[in-house]
């Protein structure tokens, strides 16, 4: 069982997790990595909150290699055009990604939940630790339960260094599936 801070099963029909708004000691524990590496799972935001937690998205369907000839023309278009810098490329492709519905693209902050786990990260490596046992435990419970409660599948459970242009290590070590 894993050592994680969670709420008592839920029934269906209740389409959030309880709150668990970490306490002040638990906050402040939070400022440092190795004390919270134990598999504890703190709610900070509620479901139903915007968070800004994913970024930029890229292009899903570029990515999956799915692109009609039409649409794969017009994300070249932005993102080869010239005189423009990377940032202002990547957001007009952010914008234009934005305008299609889920699944068809990637998920943004107004219709995701960002997990986040901790992490230290190594500058000489430009990269994140790895995920603890006790860490990919908990994730696994957590993505298990928002699946059951949100009716959600393991394709839509993305990490950021897939979906945007955050760190590619970030999150990277962990099981997002389900055991």
Known sequence: MPKATHPPAMPPDNRRLARLAPTRRQQDRMADTAQIKDGSIYQTARTNQKCWHVGKIRAKCQEMKACGADELKAI????????????????????????????????????????????????????????????????????????????LGDGDVYTHGAIGYKQKSEGSSANWKRP
């Open 76 to 151: 070249n278009a932005i993102l080869f055009k010239r005189g423009e810098s990377c940032a202002v490329r990547i957001k007009a492709l952010h914008e234009h990604e934005s305008d299609k519905s889920y699944p068809d693209r990637y998920p943004t902050n107004e219709d995701s939940l960002g997990i986040e786990i901790v992490s230290a990260f190594n500058e000489k490596s430009d990269t994140y630790d790895s995920v603890n046992k006790s860490q990919n435990d908990s994730l696994s419970w957590l993505v298990s339960t928002l699946e059951g409660l949100l009716t």
